[in-house]
């Protein structure tokens, strides 16, 4: 089984509709990121967590949310989405080190392509 | 501010030829650098990562990248390309920001590998 899943895998919504992405990680790592992919431009970060209690806003967090329901899990949200939200979307963990920030590697989920019409 | 290039959009090479992906980075602090590849419709793994240790950082499958500080750059090579390596490759480095350590990705270098 993958240590990151995400659902759905692919999403086609419409213009408004409010919709969820979920993120599940069975790597028992603290951190947790989400990013956004879009040709040319690598990849953006939207929020990050680095415990459950601890949400943080990426480079480009306007029109998105997040909710961090368990160390396992962590979940974003699109309250009104529009065309321009159009994008591959990743998930992604890291362990950190006890006690302080540390970089270290990521593990990412396998994405998930969202469409808005 | 901090940030990193990716100084080629797209490189072409023919299979069994050398590979050079360049990456240049800009920060007040010593980072922490990795790349990282994307197979077609596949998430992201790790290459490998540079965390101020060794300079020269030996990588999966044949890569390895060099750490020059006194260039700021921390470009990805292989001696022979495979078709296999046909990907797009992320350079990140990762700086302190606020307490935190919070990586920046790259735009990405596509990599075509020609038979």
């Known amino acids: 089984d993958a240590d990151v899943t995400q659902t759905p895998r692919n999403r086609i919504t419409k ?25 040319g431009l690598g990849l953006q970060l939207i929020y990050y967590s680095f415990d459950v209690k601890d949400i943080n806003k ?12 368990a160390q396992a899990k962590f979940s974003l949200s699109l309250e009104s989405a529009i065309p321009n939200q159009t994008a591959l979307y990743f998930c992604a963990t890291s362990e950190g080190l006890a006690g302080g920030p ?6 990412f989920g396998p994405g998930t392509r969202l469409t808005v019409l | 501010a901090q940030s990193v290039t990716q100084l080629d959009s797209h490189v072409s090479v023919s299979e069994g030829t050398p590979v050079l992906l360049r990456c ?21 793994q790790l ?3 540079y965390t101020s240790a060794a300079t020269l950082v030996k990588g999966i499958n044949g890569f390895e990248a060099e750490f020059k500080k006194s260039e700021t ?24 920001s606020g ?17």
Request: charged share 15%; with cysteine; aromatic share 14%.
């Open chain 1, 58 to 69: 990426g480079e480009i967090s306007d029109g998105y949310s997040v909710s961090r329901q």
């Open chain 2, 24 to 44: 240049n980075y800009s920060s007040s602090y010593s980072p922490s650098l990795f790349w990282y590849v994307q197979h077609p419709n596949k998430g992201l």
């Open chain 2, 47 to 49: 290459l490998l990562k």
């Open chain 2, 99 to 115: 307490g935190s350590y919070i990586p920046t990705f790259g735009r990405g270098t596509s990599l075509i590998v020609h038979p």
């Open chain 1, 102 to 107: 540390a970089p270290d590697t990521q593990y």
């Open chain 1, 15 to 39: 213009t408004g509709k409010r919709i969820m992405l979920e993120c599940s990680q069975t790597k028992g790592h603290d951190r947790m990121y989400w990013y956004r992919q879009d040709p």
């Open chain 2, 73 to 96: 750059s921390f470009h990805l090579t292989k001696p022979s390309a495979h078709m296999s390596d046909a990907a797009e490759y992320f350079c990140v480095v990762s700086l302190p």
